[in-house]
């Protein structure tokens, strides 16, 4: 393979379509468009219809067809586009006479992302907005996608990185030029601007990876004694069954999750084993796996960025293990509304059976989700763990850079902070990188 190659791939979806869209870039885009088409009367960036023909002269299909010369598309090379009725026998049809031109390939996953960023089109951060837009499920995740690959991370990381080198001009100066009317002082004079730069990126960092969670999704554990109601209430958010019921105490032992989509928020529901408040003895059988079970709905409660905290209202006295696992990301609920013999003036009352309280459950997750990460959508966030070990190497060096005891290794510090923050962009020493962020993506994009 070769970067002066033709490349073509299926654009649009996979599988049986009204419409596909097949996109063809390269240096030998518009030669195979003249050949398939059987003529060179084809304007850029306008719509033609044309018949499509293969090297025998057999007609492929009728289709609509757009051009794009390099630079201004998408890679930034010679683009053509055609959108053909979407059967396999179709696509595979002109598939087949695309692979006879000399010099064209089929692209790989994210080739033509990744050319568009070889080609100055975008920046990295703006390369993986794309495959999180196209992976987007939810109204949040589609909004933090867009803000991200319209260049809002890129902007704040360069603005950082501009910063960073006029402050090393200044300290360079002091360098290079010591025999000249360059005082010492000069670099002191600094120091305030670099530790505003700490700050700042300190507090970037500090964020509670609110990007990273919402692109992942928000994790919500369902926690309670055996037989609190658990799984019928995941059923019940899920509105299907994904767990089973059983009035049977222990029947979840492991933890079962559903993916929801919560007022525009991806959300990942986990149902946990009941936490008991007897020992469990580890003999190896029906104890051990129990013991097992709950171990991991501590770790999931430990993880968790919001808790739901199940009490059977059932029973006279709220449990004591569920009790001590309240905190500010809780949400207090109580189950079994329709039968109830305790219910808390501070919690939520439900019926998983009746669904009555769900929707006024729903809505306190909703609010309680909003008020974590309405920040995230209006400041940029970091989503990516690649954006942050940078940013935490970045922030390390400028820290040090403050202690340094002479002019050139507090240069050195600084020009490596720059360079780490070069990384996240793709302006520097990014090429071991690319294959690991274009892996990824979807053929055709």
Not at 299 to 320: H, M, S, V, Y
Not at 346 to 362: C, F, M, R
Not at 397 to 407: I, M, N, Q
Not at 415 to 421: D, E, Q, S
Request: proline letters at 3%; aromatic letters at 4%; charged letters at 25%.
């Amino acid at each position: 393979m070769s970067a002066a190659d033709t490349i073509y791939a299926l654009s649009s979806a996979v599988g049986k379509a009204g419409v596909s869209i097949v996109r063809v870039s390269g240096t030998g885009a518009f030669h195979s468009l003249q050949k398939i088409t059987g003529t060179a009367s084809h304007e850029p960036r306008v719509a033609n219809v044309f018949a499509l023909k293969d090297k025998k002269g057999a007609v492929i299909d009728r289709a609509l067809v757009l051009s794009f010369t390099g630079p201004n598309s998408f890679t930034g090379e010679d683009v053509v586009e055609y959108h053909v009725h979407g059967s396999q026998a179709v696509l595979e049809a002109l598939f087949e006479t695309l692979s006879t031109f000399d010099g064209h390939r089929m692209a790989t996953g994210g080739e033509f992302t990744k050319r568009a960023f070889e080609n100055g089109k975008m920046d990295l951060t703006a390369a993986e907005a794309i495959a999180d837009l196209i992976d987007a499920q939810t109204q949040a995740q589609r909004e933090q996608a867009l803000n991200q690959m319209d260049g809002a991370l890129a902007r704040l990381y360069e603005g950082w990185r501009a910063e960073l080198v006029k402050i090393m001009a200044y300290i360079e100066a002091v360098i290079d030029f010591p025999d000249e009317d360059v005082p010492d002082s000069q670099i002191q004079t600094q120091i305030p601007a670099l530790q505003k730069l700490i700050r700042a990126i300190s507090v970037h960092l500090n964020d509670g990876h609110r990007g990273e969670r919402l692109r992942d999704g928000i994790q919500i554990a369902i926690l309670g004694a055996p037989n609190a109601g658990k799984s019928s209430l995941l059923n019940a958010l899920a509105k299907r069954d994904v767990a089973i019921v059983s009035p049977m105490a222990g029947t979840t032992r492991d933890v079962i999750e559903a993916h929801l989509n919560i007022n525009g928020y991806p959300v990942i529901l986990a149902d946990t084993a009941g936490l008991r408040v007897e020992e469990l003895k580890d003999d190896g059988g029906h104890g051990s796996v129990e013991s097992e079970g709950i171990k991991r709905a501590l770790k999931r409660a430990d993880d968790a960025d919001i808790k739901l905290l199940l009490f059977d209202g059932t029973q006279e006295l709220p449990n004591k293990n569920t009790l001590s696992l309240k905190d500010d990301d809780s949400i207090i609920v109580f189950t079994k509304k329709d039968d109830p013999k305790f219910i808390g003036k501070d919690g939520i009352a439900i019926s998983s059976t009746t669904n009555e309280g769900i929707d006024k459950l729903i809505m306190a997750l909703s609010d309680k989700i909003s008020k974590s990460f309405n920040d995230s959508r209006e400041t940029p966030s970091l989503t990516r763990s690649r954006h942050r070990d940078s940013l935490e190497e970045t922030l390390q060096r400028l820290e040090h850079s403050l202690t340094a005891k002479l002019p050139e290794l507090m240069a050195e510090d600084i020009r490596m902070a720059a360079r780490g923050l070069g990384r996240i962009t793709g302006r520097v020493d990014v090429e071991d990188l690319l294959d690991v962020i274009f892996r990824d993506f979807c053929i055709g994009k």
